[in-house]
């Protein structure tokens, strides 16, 4: 089968790393935006605290939209990947039973 598993191997070992960046993304996202929030209320005040507060919110919301879109590409590479490689093996199963006059 040669380099169609080798692909193949390549592509879902891709799948499985971005998985796992998404993942510690995701759940870094919330200990920081925590630990940012406390610092910011002990440095900032009034206004200046609220509007840092929303920025942080903001772009942390970001992140998060971010690392589903990342977990939704590693999910789609899976998928496609699985596919072609099903249909190499039915392209190949067909190449050895076909007969030809």
Same mark, same amino acid.
């Given at each position: %089968?040669?380099? @169609? *598993? @080798?692909?193949? *191997? *390549?592509? %879902?070992?891709?799948? /499985?790393?971005? +998985?796992?960046?998404?993942?510690?993304? /995701?759940? $870094? @996202?919330?200990?920081?935006?925590? =630990?940012?929030?406390?610092? =910011?209320?002990?440095?900032?005040? $009034?206004?200046?605290?609220?509007?840092? +507060?929303?920025?942080?919110?903001?772009?942390? *919301?970001?992140? !998060?939209?971010?690392?589903?879109?990342?977990?939704?590409?590693?999910?789609?590479? =899976?998928?496609?990947?699985?596919? %072609? !490689?099903?249909? =190499?093996?039915?392209?190949? %199963?067909?190449?050895? +039973?076909? @007969? !030809?006059?």
């Amino acid at each position: %089968m040669g380099s @169609i *598993e @080798i692909q193949f *191997e *390549e592509v %879902m070992l891709l799948s /499985k790393q971005l +998985t796992e960046i998404a993942a510690e993304l /995701k759940s $870094g @996202i919330g200990e920081k935006l925590s =630990e940012n929030l406390y610092r =910011e209320k002990s440095v900032w005040k $009034g206004e200046a605290s609220d509007v840092m +507060t929303r920025k942080e919110v903001k772009l942390n *919301e970001e992140l !998060y939209r971010e690392a589903f879109l990342l977990q939704d590409l590693a999910n789609k590479l =899976e998928n496609k990947a699985k596919e %072609m !490689y099903c249909a =190499e093996c039915v392209n190949r %199963m067909f190449a050895q +039973t076909r @007969i !030809y006059l």
